[in-house]
């Protein structure tokens, strides 16, 4: 089963635009990760932010967390067609960094 | 160096016939985790080993599914009498750290399964 869900499930946006994805969890984390994959690429990791953090950049990336409310959001300024892909958050508990559980993923489309 | 490497990157079989999957991690990684991948859905865990040792097998669905890594590196997925919802890509993964903190995990490209 999934242990994180990200919403939305799908999005589509214009190149140049900004495009936000969430994430909500039900446990508490150690830390959290977002990952891109593409047909091209496979399964990259892109960002991890960890559980006494609040925000980190990355280039165009920005992931804030909130673990009152059990959830993170990850910002793509600035978007190109190439961020086309499908992006995941993923969640390691306390004390077991080696369980890494994955979301349902949302399916960004920049059109040009 | 090179990254995670899988074989087969495609595999047909039969219902019934049994399958082994392999991953050449990114050397000197002592971390290697499995993953099942449905399609539309994110990647499910199956299996982790730091070096030789299978320290998690939870997510393995069911006593069909067995993982080994006997040297430390190279570790293959085996799956005995395939059923049709064992039809997924299996993704193969490798990490340098195993200890708290937090790290990333590199991906291979999977092996898509597809049992008819």
């Known amino acids: 089963s999934q242990q994180g869900e990200e919403d939305p499930q799908a999005l589509s946006i214009q190149e140049g635009e900004n495009a936000t994805m969430n994430c909500s969890y039900k446990t508490s984390i150690n830390n959290l990760q977002w990952y891109r994959q593409n047909s091209g690429r496979g399964l990259v990791h892109l960002i991890l932010?960890?559980?006494?953090?609040r925000e980190k950049h990355s280039g165009r990336l920005r992931v804030t967390l909130d673990t009152s409310k059990k959830s993170s959001s990850l910002l793509i300024t600035a978007s190109r067609a190439a961020d086309t892909a499908s992006y995941f958050c993923?969640?390691?508990?306390?004390?077991?960094?080696?369980?890494?559980?994955f979301g349902a993923g949302t399916r960004l489309t920049v059109k040009p | 160096g090179a990254g995670v490497s899988q074989s087969p990157r495609y595999k047909v079989a039969k219902r019934g016939q049994d399958v082994a999957l392999r991953c050449d991690p990114i050397?000197?990684?002592?971390?290697l985790f499995w993953y099942q991948q449905a399609l539309g859905q994110g990647p499910e865990f199956l299996t982790y080993?730091?070096?030789?040792?299978?320290?998690?097998k939870s997510g393995l669905p069911s006593d069909r599914f067995f993982a080994e890594r006997p040297e430390g590196s190279v570790s293959t997925l085996k799956i005995q009498r395939t059923q049709q919802e064992d039809s997924a890509v299996y993704l193969c993964a490798s990490s340098l750290e195993f200890r708290t903190g937090g790290y990333e995990q590199y991906f291979g490209p999977g092996t898509r399964l597809t049992v008819t």
């Open positions: 080993f730091q070096n030789e040792a299978q320290l998690d």
């Open positions: 932010i960890r559980s006494n953090e």
């Open positions: 993923a969640r390691t508990k306390p004390y077991n960094n080696n369980d890494m559980r």
């Open positions: 050397s000197g990684h002592v971390s």
